[in-house]
């Protein structure tokens, strides 16, 4: 059974930055595709980015530039790099696997939340 658990989030004052990481057990993060997604108050989820099998990344238009996805296979852990936050990027971020089979694991979530 895949377990995910994120952490990192917090306040921060715009302008500033974050590191979110997600812990997996359960499963090989390099043989899945992860990503992170995030939800505001009365917005729906949505895709902030994207790792695949191969390593190649996708990113929203919003954070392109600004946020960095990563993973350490060795540490089965993936990362959220947000630099120069705005108030625009607080929600509740998600992170989420994909195993091969189609099933979709997510984790509980961590708060971000950006003072101006």
């Known amino acids: 059974q895949v377990q995910l658990v994120e952490s990192g989030g917090g306040l921060v004052r715009a302008g500033g930055s974050l590191r979110l990481s997600c812990a997996a057990t359960?499963?090989?993060?390099?043989?899945?595709?992860m990503g992170w997604y995030r939800q505001a108050p009365g917005k729906e989820r949505e895709l902030v980015a994207r790792?695949?099998?191969?390593?190649?990344?996708n990113y929203a238009d919003s954070v392109k530039g600004r946020f960095t996805i990563s993973r350490d296979n060795a540490k089965s852990t993936l990362y959220l790099q947000m630099n120069s936050l705005t108030p625009e990027d607080t929600a509740a971020y998600y992170c989420?696997?994909?195993?091969?089979?189609?099933?979709?694991?997510w984790g509980q979530g961590t708060q971000v939340t950006v003072s101006s």
């Open positions: 989420n696997l994909i195993q091969s089979s189609g099933y979709v694991s």
């Open positions: 359960g499963s090989t993060i390099s043989s899945n595709v």
């Open positions: 790792i695949w099998r191969s390593g190649s990344t």
